[in-house]
Nanobody, 121 residues
Framework: QVQLVESGGGLVQAGGSLRLSCAASGRIVSINAMGWYRQAPGKQRELVAIITAGGSTNYADSVKGRFTISRDNAKNTVYLQMNSLKPEDTAVYYC???????????????WGKGTLVTVSS
């Protein structure tokens, strides 16, 4: 069993910043990519940013230049620094990780329960 626990969400004014954290715990052999997704009311879940175990990153066009994803492999933790927040960034943000729990099995997709980010205008 693997648990992903997000923290750092909240209410912020437009132009402000928040930093999300997500810590993975449990039966972990290794973690491949880690990422952040978000789902706004009435919309589908979308990729925000992803980072590989080696540190390569990819971002949604809507957040490029404003958000930065990073990870601490020793702590099995991924972060999302969000700057210049806009009302359209309001959503529940979910952490995702590709976790290998057993050596002889492929990695499995694991999800956190989400943290709400609300940006007021």
């Amino acid at each position: 069993q693997v648990q992903l626990v997000e923290s750092g969400g909240g209410l912020v004014q437009a132009g402000g910043s928040l930093r999300l954290s997500c810590a993975a715990s449990g039966r972990i052999v290794s973690i491949n990519a880690m990422g952040w997704y978000r789902q706004a009311p009435g919309k589908q879940r979308e990729l925000v940013a992803i980072i590989t175990a080696g540190g390569s990153t990819n971002y949604a066009d809507s957040v490029k230049g404003r958000f930065t994803i990073s990870r601490d492999n020793a702590k099995n933790t991924v972060y999302l620094q969000m700057n210049s927040l806009k009302p359209e960034d309001t959503a529940v943000y979910y952490c995702n990780a590709e976790v290998r729990q057993v050596y002889y099995r492929p990695p499995e997709d694991c999800w956190g329960k989400g943290t709400l980010v609300t940006v007021s205008s």
